[in-house]
C-alpha cells in the first residue's frame, strides 16, 4: 500500500509559477513510476507528466510541454512539479499517481494509487 499526500497548490497569476509536491509513504518509492495528473470542471482527467521509477524517463503533455518540470527524489520519498508560465487553462485540481511498476505510464487506469489532489486556480 502506498499513501500519496499532494501540497503546493493554490492561487496564482498568469505566468507565475508553483511547485507541487507529491510525499509517498509505504513500500519502495524506486519501485514506482509516478506521474501528474489534472481534472478541470466538466472535463475529463488529462495527465500532464509522468516519469518512471527510476527517474530518468520522462513524459509530458503537449499542452504544458517547456513550462512544466516533473522530478522524483527517490531518497526523500516525493514526487515534484515545477510549473513555470502558468496559464488560467492550467488551473484545475491537481493528482500524483503511484503506479506498480518502474515503467513509464501515462494512462489513468495504470495507476494503482492516487492522492487527494490539490487545487491549482491561475489568474487572467
Known amino acids: 500500500q502506498v499513501q500519496l499526500v499532494e501540497s503546493g497548490g493554490g492561487l496564482v497569476q498568469a505566468g507565475g509559477s508553483l511547485r507541487l509536491s507529491c510525499a509517498a509513504s509505504?513500500?519502495?518509492?524506486?519501485?514506482?513510476?509516478m506521474g501528474w495528473f489534472r481534472q478541470a470542471p466538466g472535463k475529463e482527467r488529462e495527465i500532464v507528466a509522468a516519469?518512471?521509477?527510476?527517474?530518468?524517463?520522462?513524459y509530458y503533455a503537449g499542452s504544458v510541454k517547456g513550462r512544466f518540470t516533473i522530478s522524483k527524489d527517490n531518497a526523500k520519498n516525493t514526487l515534484y512539479l515545477q510549473m513555470n508560465s502558468l496559464k488560467p487553462e492550467d488551473t484545475a485540481v491537481y493528482y500524483c499517481?503511484?503506479?506498480?511498476?518502474?515503467?513509464?505510464?501515462?494512462?489513468?487506469?495504470?495507476?494503482?494509487?492516487w492522492g487527494q489532489g490539490t487545487q491549482v486556480t491561475v489568474s487572467s
Open positions: 499517481a503511484a503506479a506498480s511498476t518502474v515503467v513509464l505510464t501515462t494512462i489513468p487506469v495504470g495507476y494503482d494509487y
Open positions: 509505504g513500500r519502495t518509492f524506486s519501485h514506482y513510476a
Open positions: 516519469v518512471s521509477g527510476s527517474g530518468h524517463s520522462t
